[in-house]
């Protein structure tokens, strides 16, 4: 019987990207310049926005060590 410790990363930040079809578009954090649009579903009234979070290397010359990465994230939704 073994029980993992397990401890926060080092090194590394998230980035994240809108993904629509095969495009693939880093998110600018904090930057209300950076929008993404979408026409509502006309039979559903809905919209499906597809994001992915990747750990990145904060700094290059800096060791990035295994572990969680702890992150609270909030979005604006805007209707027009």
Do not use: E, M, W
């Not at 410790?5 to 994240?16: C, R, T, Y």
């Amino acid at each position: 019987f073994c029980i993992k410790k397990h401890n926060p990363s080092d090194g590394v930040n998230i980035a994240l990207h809108n993904i629509d079809g095969s495009t693939v578009k880093q998110v600018k954090i904090n930057n209300p310049g950076d929008v993404y649009t979408k026409a509502l579903d006309a039979t559903t009234k809905s919209v499906t926005y597809d994001f992915k979070a990747s750990y990145v290397r904060a700094v290059n010359d800096q060791t990035a060590t295994a572990g969680y990465v702890k992150t609270n994230t909030a979005y604006t939704v805007t209707y027009q």
